[in-house]
């Protein structure tokens, strides 16, 4: 049993196949429909803003899946990422659980975003794409994919929220280091952006309407293709290599988690490290609870709705079965933009229904506490996003401490926060607030939900 | 043989001892003198500023000092860092050399400084010391004390250059969020500082303004205690478990290093990675070429003279025998604000006059065409600073191809950028330019000083 504060595995240990849930699932994910008939769509439908090979993992129900070596070989930049054993974090909480995080902080961009970036890139390369579009809200996916499509030669426009990109021009700056071409959004580029700007020509921006707006311009050029940093069963596919990693780290510790958690924002890093976890509750019986932390701004898992959605603001996206607020919900501006959408992906949206994982939602002054707490212990300053885990972790703790259990806790520190200082800046000059949504306000957005089922 | 892209060390492979290399220097530094008197100083007269413990190790000739545990138990937060092979660089320089590179941008704090900030802050915390002063220039030096300093429960007062204050506000924001209280300097707290301000109420102050601030505080206080991120003895010393370290893990890979390389201001990372392998170079016949990389603004060991200079610029420190630019020279504001400091410890200045390391001078557009090339390449952003190296290490690599020669080169890869990213964004915009200094200004410079010896 190690006794070492990180845990670290070999290149040679790292995982070489990604894992498929939808395999060991009793209720498979319901399908994604047409927006216009409504019916099924099949994954030819896909194909004009996606490579083959993508769609491919997207319906796929093979268990496991090979990770291409090229893409082992970038991985290995940073991978395997270490599991930390936050002694100094349990000690200031004085609590008998023993907490341990995995460090998706490592990589080039700072978060577990390459994790998928890397084979989208890859996998469009090989079939030939030049050139691509992705949205980015506070920049982690955009920097990501940056990183990525300059390694394979590939031309890529990002549309960031004009929001963020006002507000964080570091994560700007990063993605034009690696090459990228970064358009505030909305923008009179596209269709989608013209009639927001046309309504409202101040509009901050949101996630949704980058998606509309990156669609569009992949939907329009054939030789354009469009990738996505979360919510799709291939995205989330990608990050199991986390989970996977973990479980391993977790058997070198002699420590088998009793609660996993991650925040959550379209699902990829959560479903990332809980999955392989997840595998085991499913199939040998082990009762690991998997909690996923939402932003009580943004509280689609907590107070949404099951029903088919669109995945962007336009309405462009296929309908795909969801926890959602509705589409044209506008949460506060939190720091944590990478949390800031309003629905989940299919897969983790039918787990929560089944009640196979778990949701908590965290205010924006209990993340930024916790988000101090931990950088003044382990040192590390998390991003806005990753202090939505850490405050659950620590919830947890405190629940240990009261009942006296000995409890394994291991989260996901899916990034750093080094580029997201000035949030940090604004909490101590007391500028942050919590603002509670009302029920009327959800109720209203959903309202205007077209029910498909 | 590892084929490993990264290079790890458990942690209990961790070196538990320091390494000093006055023991084996042939021609020991001369000593510091009184700025009164000229005359060779005791370790009483450095009382007022250090706790006796670090005193102690800056007049050690001890071989080896043992790493206390509590220091042992915080440097496992990150350390052993990573050595990893840069193959992707390799292959963009189509050369024959062998390209490592010690990864410190992993600690806290994002570069090596944690290495000595933990031990000065844990010696001070030992005898009772419940405040510190320091000074800090681009920041990195100042954000490592503070976490150091708020893990032993001291007062941080960092001064901080008066122009990155202004300009990096982010490296503020990561001293406040680990406790610390900042001041711009030149600052009307001081007589130093209300000195400079009444001959120019706009300086934008230097690292030896910022020094004489920190040092004035210290002094009149008995209860506070100063702290330096470099140049002396002691900090030099504490920075060796880097190459420590980075000697097994280049055992492993089977390569020894033909070539050392890393950035220089005061000497400390260079000192860090080189002195380890410099050992075996006096003791054991290697012939590993050593070389520390200045800003070509700022050249003090390949244009400056050996001499005794102050290393603040009020004259209020000790004399130290250097190579120096002289105490008042006012270096061009480039962003590798870490190596904008007058002159080089006593140790490192010895061995140059000895010829036992080498120094080479970089421009700044060459840095950073370098390490944008790196992040490219690598995918981790560098610091300014460390550009530095990572220039030279593309020099040496491209001279290895001329020769047709596989040789093997090891640099330190400092600390990362991403706090530093609007440097990136003013050479993307053209904004950065080289400044060529006359051999005039320098002697200009250099005539100010009194002669010693």
Not at 370 to 380: K, S
Request: charged fraction near 20%.
């Amino acid at each position: 049993m190690s006794k070492e504060k990180k845990i670290y595995l070999n290149e040679r240990e790292m995982p070489t196949q990604w894992y498929n849930i939808v395999a060991d699932m009793v209720n498979k994910p319901l399908p994604p429909l047409h927006p216009g008939t409504k019916q099924p769509i099949g994954p030819e439908a896909l194909a004009p803003l996606f490579p083959m090979s993508l769609i491919q993992q997207e319906v796929s129900t093979d268990r496991w899946i090979d990770i291409p070596e090229e893409v082992q070989d970038l991985y290995k930049i940073w991978r395997p990422t270490p599991v930390h054993r936050a002694y100094n974090l349990e000690k200031a909480l004085d609590t008998p659980a023993r907490i341990y995080f995995k460090n998706e902080s490592v990589s080039p961009a700072g978060s577990h975003k390459p994790n998928t970036a890397i084979p989208q890139a890859y996998y469009n390369y090989k079939e030939g794409i030049k050139s691509m579009t992705t949205e980015t809200g506070a920049g982690q996916w955009g920097s990501a994919l940056s990183f990525a499509c300059q390694h394979f030669g590939i031309n890529l426009k990002v549309f960031m929220v004009k929001v963020s990109y006002e507000q964080k021009p570091y994560r700007k700056m990063l993605m034009n280091t690696w090459g990228a071409e970064v358009i505030p959004s909305p923008s009179m580029l596209t269709e989608a952006g013209r009639k927001i700007l046309s309504q409202n020509p101040n509009s901050p921006g949101s996630l949704g309407i980058a998606i509309s707006e990156a669609v569009e311009v992949a939907a329009k050029d054939e030789k354009t293709k469009y990738s996505l940093g979360s919510v799709l069963n291939h995205v989330l596919l990608h990050q199991t290599i986390i989970g996977l990693e973990a479980m391993k780290q977790m058997e070198m510790t002699g420590d088998y988690p009793d609660i996993v958690i991650a925040c959550f924002g379209g699902g990829s890093n959560f479903a990332g490290i809980t999955f392989p976890f997840l595998r085991f509750n499913i199939t040998q019986g082990k009762k690991t609870r998997m909690i996923a932390c939402e932003p009580a701004s943004c509280p689609k898992l907590t107070r949404g709705q099951f029903q088919y959605d669109f995945g962007d603001t336009a309405g462009l996206t296929p309908l795909i079965p969801m926890y959602t607020l509705g589409h044209n919900f506008v949460p506060d501006s939190i720091h944590a933009g990478g949390l800031r959408y309003h629905g989940a992906g299919a897969i983790v949206s039918q787990l929560l229904k089944d009640k196979l994982i778990e949701a908590q939602s965290v205010k924006q002054l209990e993340t930024f506490e916790a988000g101090v707490l931990f950088a003044r212990t382990e040192g590390i300053l998390p991003a806005p996003e990753t202090s939505h885990a850490i405050a659950v972790a620590i919830r947890e703790a405190k629940i240990a401490k009261q009942e006296g259990k000995a409890k394994t806790i291991l989260f996901n520190f899916s990034g750093h926060g080094y580029i997201d200082l000035s949030a940090y800046d604004q909490y101590f000059a007391g500028l942050l607030q919590d603002h509670e949504i009302t029920q009327e306000e959800i109720m209203k957005s959903l309202a205007q939900l077209e029910k498909v089922i």
